[in-house]
């Protein structure tokens, strides 16, 4: 069964970069009609699509977080990475990772999420 | 971008009810349309896909309907466990977007 789990500091200070990790169990992250997800979630507000990547290194961004995002994948350890650079509060949040089909753009399975604060 | 319109952004109701959740897009996404529960805590769980698919393992209570820019959620039968949120989401192209949510609380 696929599962994911997010990692990563759960407070970042205002103007540093956010790091969150994914690590996929049960299933390769190299399995090629995939794309992997990172989905953001502010308190009370609704969910965020931050973009997504393959493991070919494709990425695809939110218009309006791509100044600041960037997405790795390392197949050597079945894991796939974000960064988030220049953070506000405004991009406090829970954090999400999840899988979605090439063809078919709805996700599944997600991971918990993991919440992340950026204060001083 | 394609705006998704949900409502009502909380709603109360009773073990055994039927409640129905609408999802409206701003613009005609044919059936390109999921929806997700969400429990505190837990990770997010995919329900339908293509406005009307039940994912496997979910329960036959849940039903999806819909096409074009008005889609509905129907829970017919509220089990205790359905007491969460709920959240619509368009797939018909990035960037991916999502209804401000429905909480269903009990009454």
């Known amino acids: 069964q696929l599962q994911l789990q997010e990692s990563g500091p759960g407070l970042v200070k205002p103007s540093d970069n956010l790091s969150l990790t994914c690590t996929v169990s049960?299933?390769?992250?190299?399995?090629?009609?995939?794309?992997w997800d990172w989905i953001r979630q502010p308190p009370g507000k609704g969910l965020e699509w931050i973009g997504n990547?393959?493991?070919?290194?494709?990425?695809t961004y939110n218009p309006s977080l791509r100044s600041r995002v960037t997405m790795s994948v390392d197949a050597s350890k079945n894991q796939f990475s974000l960064r988030l650079s220049s953070v506000t509060a405004a991009d406090t949040s829970i954090y999400y990772c999840?899988?979605?089909?090439?063809?078919?753009?709805?996700?599944?399975?997600w991971g918990q999420g993991i919440l992340v604060t950026v204060s001083s | 971008d394609i705006q998704m319109t949900q409502s009502p952004s909380s709603l109360s109701a009773s073990v055994g009810d039927r409640v129905t959740i609408t999802c409206r897009a701003s613009?005609?996404?044919?059936?390109?349309l999921s929806w997700y529960q969400q429990r505190p805590g837990k990770a997010p769980r995919l329900l339908i896909y293509?406005?009307?698919s039940l994912q496997s393992g979910v329960p036959s209570r849940f039903s999806g309907s819909g096409s074009g820019t008005d889609f509905t959620l129907t829970i017919s039968g509220l089990q205790p466990e359905d007491f969460a949120a709920y959240s619509c989401?368009?797939?018909?192209?990035?960037?991916?977007?999502f209804g401000q949510g429905t909480k269903l609380e009990i009454k």
């Open positions: 999840a899988r979605h089909m090439g063809n078919r753009n709805w996700f599944d399975p």
């Open positions: 049960g299933d390769s992250i190299s399995s090629g009609s995939f794309y």
């Open positions: 990547i393959h493991y070919s290194g494709s990425t």
């Open positions: 613009q005609s996404i044919s059936t390109s």
């Open positions: 293509a406005a009307s």
């Open positions: 989401q368009q797939t018909y192209g990035t960037p991916y977007t």
